[in-house]
């Protein structure tokens, strides 16, 4: 049985950093696709990043600015997201997803549809 669950959000201070951690089980890290995603209330999921590639490689990435960096870590069985100069607007909960057996075509940041998702970690950026 695959699973997701992120851990490392928090509250933090603008300007500040975070890096957020999705432990996966179970998944095959074939073709995958991974990523993250975050909503804030009242406002609809948003697309942070994506990773795409097979085992333990990472053969490209789609982030909505500089400031998201994803990686892997299949020897860990990790996924990450490392957040720069955080801003009180990146506050919302954070949620990891993942496919295996995707085409890199078909990883992009506005995917909507993944097949496994993790329940989330809140963070929170005080101006």
């Known amino acids: 049985q695959i699973h997701l669950m992120e851990s490392g959000g928090g509250s933090v201070q603008s300007g500040g950093s975070l890096r957020l951690s999705c432990a996966v089980s179970g998944f095959p890290y074939t073709n995958y696709c991974m990523g993250w995603f975050r909503q804030a209330p009242g406002k609809e999921r948003e697309g942070v990043a994506v990773a795409w590639g097979d085992g333990p490689i990472v053969d490209g990435v789609d982030s909505v600015d500089g400031r998201f960096a994803v990686s892997q870590d299949k020897a860990k069985n990790m996924f990450y997201l490392q957040i720069f100069s955080l801003k009180p607007e990146d506050t919302a909960m954070y949620y990891c997803?993942?496919?295996?057996?995707?085409?890199?075509?078909?990883?992009?940041?506005?995917?909507?549809?993944?097949?496994?998702w993790g329940q989330g970690t809140q963070v929170t950026v005080s101006s």
């Open positions: 997803a993942a496919e295996a057996h995707a085409r890199a075509s078909s990883c992009y940041r506005t995917k909507t549809s993944f097949d496994y």
